[in-house]
């Protein structure tokens, strides 16, 4: 009687999430690095001036990278009810740059998913100026006039909420979020990108 042979199975060293989150290509050329310095610091300081802008100022550069986004957020949430419909605006500014990041991430470029992350705070931070608005609506939107005379998205949804009157307190809570996002993503990137420098330094 030949007895059956167990084999037992290979264990692989699952690398951790910190290890992939800090994981960088090992054949990057030096003029790409000095590419990406220069991406970061461009994002760092756009971002920096949506984070110190005036709360009644649309960042109109950054806008312009959402607003597709932001239209097609309210199409794509549209069969979840009237709530959802509204807030899928700004729901679908933010997940773009969220799924991007994840694209980005899977496929192991981790610079670009920092700068995606990034995007995405500062998504959150154009979107609070929209909220602050709520409170006193002076901003110009898409479809003509302003919130006074045509539908605002949070005046609709905080006052469905009962928190029209804590309007700029939610805006500022949305702002500060954003902020946080923006600088920690921005920081992912700068350790990146040093740790992808000492690796030129050893060639």
């Known amino acids: 009687m030949i007895s059956a042979m167990r084999q037992e199975p290979e264990e692989f060293d699952q690398p951790s999430l910190r290890e992939r989150l800090l994981d960088v290509p090992s054949n990057v050329p030096r003029v790409v690095w000095y590419g990406r310095i220069a991406a970061l610091v461009v994002v760092a300081v756009w971002g920096m001036s949506v984070w110190l802008g005036k709360m009644i100022d649309t960042p109109n550069v950054l806008h312009l990278t959402l607003i597709l986004f932001h239209e097609a957020g309210h199409v794509i949430f549209m069969p979840f009810g009237e709530a959802l419909r509204v807030a899928g605006g700004t729901l679908g500014q933010l997940l773009i740059p969220f799924i991007c990041a994840a694209s980005m991430f899977r496929r192991g470029d981790n610079f670009g998913a920092a700068l995606c992350l990034a995007w995405m705070g500062m998504s959150l931070m154009d979107a609070?100026?929209?909220?602050?608005?709520?409170?006193?609506?002076?901003?110009?939107?898409?479809?003509?006039?302003?919130?006074?005379?045509?539908?605002?998205?949070?005046?609709?949804?905080?006052?469905?909420?009962g928190q029209l009157d804590n309007a700029r307190a939610w805006a500022r809570l949305m702002n500060a979020l954003g902020a946080v996002c923006m600088l920690a993503s921005l920081a992912w990137a700068a350790v990146l990108l040093y740790l992808q420098g000492e690796d030129l330094a050893e060639r």
Do not use: K, Q, V
């Not at 929209?130 to 609506?137: G, K, S």
């Not at 006074?148 to 469905?160: A, G, N, Q, V, Y």
């Open 128 to 161: 609070s100026i929209y909220a602050y608005d709520a409170a006193n609506p002076i901003l110009p939107l898409i479809g003509g006039g302003t919130g006074e005379d045509s539908f605002h998205d949070f005046i609709f949804l905080f006052d469905r909420y």
